[in-house]
Antibody, heavy 123, light 112 residues
Framework: QVQLVESGGGVVQPGGSLRLSCLAS????????MHWVRQAPGKGLEWVSI????????YYADSVKGRFTVSRDSSKNTLYLQMNNLRTEDTAVYFC????????????????WGKGTTVSVSS | QSGLTQPPSVSGAPGQRVTISCTGT?????????VHWYQHVPGTAPKLLIY???NRPSGVPDRFSGSKSGTSASLAITGLQVDDEAEYYC????????????FGGGTKLTVL
């Protein structure tokens, strides 16, 4: 079945780095744009980033621009989020999600989500 | 501050009808962008409930419906069930400074 499974979360000190992964299965990964969305403790959902199906375009929320980098490896059906210079306010559950649109379109909403991986930034 | 505003909580008894509002701005709903709704039970994957204002993905019961007019949107749930207890989020494209996608702050639905 269609599935997304995130991994790579953990505890890191402020200023540190972490790389999240999202393994896709059950669909043709290279046909879809992909998103990262996060949820801080006690807060709502916050969009983080999108990468196009062909990895030629990527966009970020202002809160992470310049610190986070999204990438994908279609040979491994895997989406990544490299997070550098982490701050305490980056503490959250990070979800990967599939964009609703199929190649070449992307619609900026999400029809398949993973269960998330937890990132905790603390000294 | 979110570009989409939702009430923090709503409640209803089993079998009743509830609505959840979502108020946008000229940068999102007022600019003509569609609204989408998600259901999220903590600890699980969020679920797309309504897309493009009033469309249900396969498998979502017709007890859930959506509407949009101008800068406002709403999600209606009829025949409330205990399993509907969750957090509900609206979402849209936003063309304001430094944003692409915005979510509402979320509404906690309690089934009494």
């Amino acid at each position: 079945q269609v599935q997304l499974v995130e991994s790579g979360g953990g505890v890191v000190q402020p200023g540190g780095s972490l790389r999240l992964s999202c393994l896709a299965s059950g669909f043709t990964f290279s046909n879809y744009a992909m998103h990262w969305v996060r949820q801080a403790p006690g807060k709502g959902l916050e969009w983080v980033s999108i990468i196009s199906f062909d990895a030629k375009n990527e966009y970020y929320a202002d809160s992470v621009k310049g610190r986070f980098t999204v990438s994908r490896d279609s040979s491994k059906n895997t989406l990544y989020l490299q997070m550098n210079n982490l701050r305490t306010e980056d503490t959250a559950v990070y979800f990967c999600a599939r964009d609703f649109g199929v190649i070449p379109d992307y619609y900026y909403y999400m029809d398949v989500w993973g269960k998330g991986t937890t990132v905790s930034v603390s000294s | 501050q979110s570009g989409l505003t939702q009430p923090p909580s709503v409640s209803g008894a089993p079998g009743q009808r509830v609505t959840i509002s979502c108020t946008g701005t000229r940068y999102n709903l007022g600019a003509g962008f569609d609204v989408h709704w998600y259901q999220h039970v903590p600890g699980t994957a969020p679920k797309l409930l309504i897309y493009a204002n009033n469309n249900r993905p396969s498998g979502v019961p017709d007890r859930f419906s959506g509407s949009k007019s101008g800068t406002s949107a709403s999600l209606a749930i009829t025949g409330l069930q205990v399993d509907d207890e969750a957090e509900y989020y609206c979402q849209a494209i936003d063309i304001g400074p430094g944003t692409y996608v915005v979510f509402g702050g979320g509404t906690k639905l309690t089934v009494l």
